[in-house]
């Protein structure tokens, strides 16, 4: 079953009233495409009745909330490279061994 609200604010509140900007900040959402995850209350369906304008909503099920961490660590690109070794410590020691 879907149990909570994925919100994503789409749209700034630059201009907007100090009402919206606050209910805005007490979903979490601080920047323009910002994803938060919220349980189906009726405070956070009246909360994102407030913004409909700002915000877009999914209804999602528990398996897929995500928590700051694991948004972060998915947007994360994989390295590009591996590294093999490193050339400086020889350096350092033919360095070492002329002086």
């Known amino acids: 079953p879907k149990t909570h609200f994925k919100i994503t604010l789409r749209r700034s509140a630059i201009g907007l009233g100090e009402k919206k900007k606050e209910t805005l900040v007490s979903l979490g959402l601080h920047r323009r495409m ?3 995850y ?3 209350t009726p405070e956070t369906g009246g909360k994102i009745l407030k913004v409909k304008e700002l915000v877009e909503v999914e209804n999602v ?3 897929a909330v995500r928590t700051q961490q694991q ?4 947007r994360k690109a994989p390295r590009g490279y591996a590294v093999a070794g490193s050339r400086m410590r ?3 020691w033919e360095r070492t061994k002329w002086q």
Not at 71 to 74: G, H, P, S
Request: glycine share 0%; proline share 12%; charged share 10%.
């Open 34 to 36: 910002q994803t938060v």
């Open 38 to 40: 919220h349980p189906h």
């Open 61 to 63: 099920p528990t398996s």
């Open 71 to 74: 948004q972060r660590q998915e």
């Open 90 to 92: 020889a350096f350092q």
